[in-house]
């Protein structure tokens, strides 16, 4: 069920029967030669659609601006700053828990965006209001991503350029496939380590045209084995998020200790 597409009549039944939400969250920023800006929202958006369709879930519009200064050299990178984002971010789900939903999972396609929904997560299940659980579509299929292949890169790599292929094969510029790869980089975190310390802030440091791994391993096929499978994946999610009792999903009880030395 998408949100902007329903009247409040409508939504008012949803609210008054089901408690679950997702809102799909990316960024605008590069990626590569070859890529569009929209990369990430693109697939978040699609993996949310995808999975609230076979499931009757709410889904929020799309919140396309991130966290990504560290793409700025690029242009049309847009951002927000981190604490910005977490604020805006939680109002959108206070916002939700306002007309009684209380489990939100983040459709995430955008790296730097964990660490700032899980700080918001934190935020609704410490105060009781929501139980709020951010997923990304490639940490779901770790396994098929090694499978289908070698140099899955980081960002704007064969895997996201696999997906955009699927998904909206027209803004690929696949005539600078080659070009992606040969400018880029195979992300080597290890490399970029001076005696245990991170060296970096951002991508360009690593990568002159953005972006890492071998992009002409994609095809639109393997982009839609992706898309199936991330989206089984989240789909399981919903479903198994769906059945849990809220009560269990909030936080446990100070511990107390009793004279026989046990906690309780």
């Excluded at 879930?57 to 927000?80: D, E, N």
């Excluded at 105060?127 to 140099?151: C, G, K, N, Q, R």
């Excluded at 849990?244 to 909030?250: N, S, V």
Aim: proline share 6%; hydrophobic share 35%.
């Amino acid at each position: 069920m998408y949100l902007p597409e329903q009247a409040w009549p409508d939504l008012t039944e949803y609210v008054e029967t089901e408690s679950l939400a997702v809102i799909p969250i990316g960024s605008t920023e590069q990626h590569g030669p070859h890529l569009p800006e929209g990369t990430d929202h693109l697939i978040a958006e699609a993996l949310a659609r995808a999975a609230t369709d076979r499931t009757d879930v709410l889904c929020t519009p799309p919140l396309r601006i991130g966290v990504s200064s560290h793409h700025r050299q690029f242009p049309g990178t847009m951002w927000v700053e981190p604490p910005v984002f977490r604020d805006f971010v939680e109002s959108v789900s206070r916002n939700l828990t306002y007309h009684g939903i209380d489990r939100i999972v983040y459709v995430n396609a955008h790296g730097g965006n964990v660490a700032h929904l899980r700080e918001v997560g934190k935020r609704l299940h410490d105060d009781e209001t929501a139980y709020a659980l951010e997923w990304m579509w490639d940490e779901s299929i770790p396994d098929l991503l090694e499978e289908v292949f070698e140099t899955p890169g980081p960002h704007g790599g064969p895997k996201e350029t696999a997906m955009i292929m699927h998904i909206a094969e027209e803004l690929v510029h696949e005539d600078r496939l080659e070009a992606a790869r040969d400018g880029g980089a195979v992300f080597d975190f290890d490399a970029e380590r001076v005696h245990g310390s991170t060296t970096f802030y951002d991508t360009i440091d690593n990568s002159q045209n953005g972006v890492f791994g071998d992009q002409t391993e994609a095809t639109a096929e393997i982009g839609e084995e992706l898309f199936e499978a991330a989206t089984d994946q989240l789909v399981a999610l919903l479903e198994w998020l769906d059945a849990q009792p809220l009560e269990a999903l909030m936080p446990q009880p100070r511990v107390t200790s009793h004279d026989d030395g046990h906690a309780r």
